[in-house]
Structure formats: structure tokens, C-alpha cells
């Protein structure tokens, strides 16, 4: 556990420190401790004041894509795996086979294909070359599967039924709010892979207006390294590209705060049999 914690620690703590320093300190200073002042404040206003405020152009991109990218999966999974977990219908064994398979295929797999269907239909380049894919979870829709078939008892539903309820009444009015935990669960995995999608969006836009902060932060990294074709280094983009990665980090710590309890209760009532 304590080995678990420095790993997972140590790169946080290095990335708070280093937002503090100048490019002289961050190059020379040991990386765990304060450099030469304290800089956070004016490397911060240099990351939201820079070309025009760029970056929180990218932060607004990356809270659009991650809110509706995420929400839109988290809310197809529950209907999705409600209705696996409850309706008898012909290939229903079929269908969460291949959602099953559909789990072990790694996103950068589909990427260029996905840039090839969405060039034919005109979408590239917009923000729903993003967002559509952000809401297919197939993990979520497999999570949700398995915490319905638990959370809601049957004698539940046909009581709703009973008393003449229709099933979409039934579901948004019984059903969802016993899936609420699973829900949140499935919203903040989603979330947290939407905010940190680089490959997809890498491949889809080519204007920097519609950058995500994953692609944006890259950009301004390959400035400071030389990496963008230039040959030569830019030093003074270091601390932009760390403040930045501080900034970006927040919400995502924000949202896992607000959302723990949830997390947790809702990945123990799938398994336990109720």
C-alpha cells in the first residue's frame, strides 16, 4: 500500500512543485521541492492569458466533450444494460456477447477507422467527431447489466406494472433511481476517459480552436522540446505546459471528491445479492 502511494503520489507532488518555478528553476531545482521564488500565480496567468487565452478555449472544449460525451454513455449504458438485464428478447445473449467483445478492443484500434466513416459524412473536424464516440461505453453498458440484474427486484416491476404503469414510466420513475449509484459510476469512468482522450481527437481536428486540453497541453510540449518540426527549444513553454496539467487535473479531482461515495457503493451493490 505505501509503495502504491508513492507511485501514485510522487508524480502529483512533482507537478504541484514544479508549477511554482520559472523555466531557470524547473530546469536546475530539485524536482520535489520549491526553486528560486514562487511563480504559481504568474505562470498561471500566463496559461490564461497566453495567445489570447488559448487554453481556457481547450479547458471549455474538454468540459463540453467530457459533460456530454459522458453523460450521453453513461445514460445509453443504463438504458442499455436495464434492458439486458430485464426484457427476455431473441439474441439477447448475442447482444452482450458482443458487448463483452467489444471491451477488449482498445480505442486507438478504432481511431483511424473512426476518422475514415466520419470524413464520409462531414463530421471531422467538428465537436462531434469527439463527442459521438465518448457515448458508447461498452464497460459501462456491461456494468450497468450487472448491477441491474441486483438492484431491482422483478417483484418490483411487475407491481409497477400491475398497478399500470407503462415501461418507460416504470423505468424513469422506479427504475432509475435505484440505478443511481450504478449510473454515477459509469458517469465518472466515463468522465475520467473523455478527459483524458488524446488519440481520438489527435486524428479528428485539425483546428486548434476545437483542441481538447490533451492536445493543446501536447502542442505547447512539443514547442518547449523542439518536437514540432522547428528543431529548436522553446524553455519558457515548461511552466505553461505544467501549470497547465495542474488546471486540467482539478476537475477531475473535484468530480471524484463529490462522487466517491457513489463510486464505491455503486460498484459493492452489483456484486452483492440483494
Not at 109 to 125: Q, R
Not at 226 to 242: E, H, I, K, Q, R
Amino acid at each position: 500500500m505505501v509503495l502504491m502511494l508513492l507511485y501514485t503520489l510522487l508524480p502529483l507532488v512533482w507537478l504541484l512543485m514544479a508549477s511554482t518555478k520559472d523555466s531557470g528553476s524547473l530546469l536546475s531545482s530539485f524536482g520535489l521541492w520549491f526553486g528560486d521564488g514562487f511563480h504559481l500565480f504568474g505562470n498561471v496567468k500566463d496559461v490564461l492569458t497566453y495567445d489570447d487565452g488559448i487554453y481556457v478555449r481547450w479547458f471549455g472544449n474538454t468540459l463540453l466533450y467530457a459533460l456530454v460525451g459522458a453523460g450521453g454513455a453513461a445514460l445509453i449504458a443504463t438504458i442499455g444494460g436495464y434492458a439486458l438485464a430485464k426484457y427476455r428478447f431473441r439474441g439477447r445473449n448475442a447482444v452482450f456477447a458482443l458487448v463483452l467483445g467489444a471491451i477488449t478492443i482498445p480505442g486507438t484500434a478504432l481511431a483511424v477507422p473512426t476518422y475514415l466513416l466520419f470524413s464520409e459524412v462531414g463530421i471531422v473536424d467538428t465537436p462531434w467527431a469527439v463527442i459521438l464516440p465518448s457515448m458508447v461505453s461498452p464497460f459501462g453498458l456491461y456494468l450497468m447489466r450487472v448491477y441491474a440484474q441486483e438492484a431491482i427486484p422483478d417483484s418490483l416491476l411487475e407491481a409497477a406494472r400491475i398497478d399500470g404503469a407503462g415501461e418507460l414510466r416504470t423505468f424513469f420513475t422506479v427504475s432509475l433511481r435505484l440505478l443511481g449509484p450504478g449510473f454515477v459510476t459509469v458517469l465518472l469512468f466515463a468522465l475520467v476517459a473523455t478527459w483524458n482522450n488524446y488519440f481520438l481527437p489527435l486524428i479528428v481536428l485539425s483546428d486548434p480552436n476545437w483542441f481538447p486540453l490533451t492536445v493543446g497541453l501536447n502542442q505547447w510540449n512539443n514547442l518547449a522540446t523542439g518536437a514540432a518540426g522547428s528543431g529548436t527549444t522553446t524553455t519558457g513553454f515548461y511552466p505553461l505546459v505544467v501549470t497547465g496539467s495542474v488546471l486540467a487535473i482539478i476537475p477531475l479531482v473535484i468530480a471524484f471528491l463529490f462522487l466517491q461515495r457513489y463510486w464505491q457503493s455503486g460498484l459493492a451493490a452489483g456484486s452483492v445479492k440483494q
